[in-house]
């Protein structure tokens, strides 16, 4: 399952630092929930502009969230408001502070928009695939799951949680709602499949991708050891789980990643 990924070497060792380093930014902002009311839409900051096959994917993939998260809402009796989708390269504004290149994707709960930096996603379908397939949705469906728990109140509830944590218990938390975002991301897909948006080999890429990105891989490609206590998104086979479940389920309900 990792043979096509080793052929990537350092190149994927770059992309999963960044994802890395994304992840940090995008789970950390210093405070959550400004109450912005946002009505969904794509939002071009500075740069070239973003018409190229890659970023029309990822419009398609946005509004396919907004759809199948509308539908998951209004069974519950909520209404869904969908996140702003910022496309940028180089650097942009947020609420969350200055977002760049190199941070690759993230989410800002205080202005409640979904950042995605396009020359992290040319990378990334260089090494994962061609524009349009699953790893690059899987990426923007995860952020998306922040969003969903910004929503629902549980990204307020652990931010609130972590601040009277130690790390080691700051990071456990971390890991719980990393993971419940990968189960969101999977709950998409389950109806993106439903819709044949996705074949088994998309889904067998996304869950590479996840595994890709499991904070054991990282660790040891950038200290050559583990340290579970210092992960905070998730071994690679605790990430391709959940995802799986969410896949496999398409239920909310499945993901409680803080009761297991
Ligand atoms: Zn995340």
Known sequence: M??????????????????????FTGQNPADLLSGLDQTGG???????????????????????TEETWSAIFQQQGLRYEPPVLVLFSGATESACGLGQSAMGPFYCPADRKVYLDLTFFEELARRFGAPGDFAQAYVVAHEVGHHVQTLTGISERMAAARRNSSETESNALSVRQELQADCYSGVWGH??????????????????AAAAIGDDRLQRQSQGRVAPESFTHG???QRVEWFRRGLESGRM????????
């Open 235 to 237: 071994s690679s086979a």
């Open 191 to 208: 109806y993106a499949a439903r819709k044949n948006m996705l074949d088994p080999d998309d889904v067998e890429e996304g869950l590479r």
């Open 42 to 64: 794509v939002e071009q900051p500075a740069g070239p502009p973003a018409d190229d096959e890659s970023s029309r994917f990822m419009r398609v993939v946005l509004a396919d």
């Open 253 to 260: 309900d499945a993901c409680d990643t803080f009761q297991r």
């Open 2 to 23: 990792s043979g096509g990924m080793r052929a990537g070497g350092l190149g994927i060792g770059g992309i999963v630092l960044l994802l890395a380093i994304s992840y």
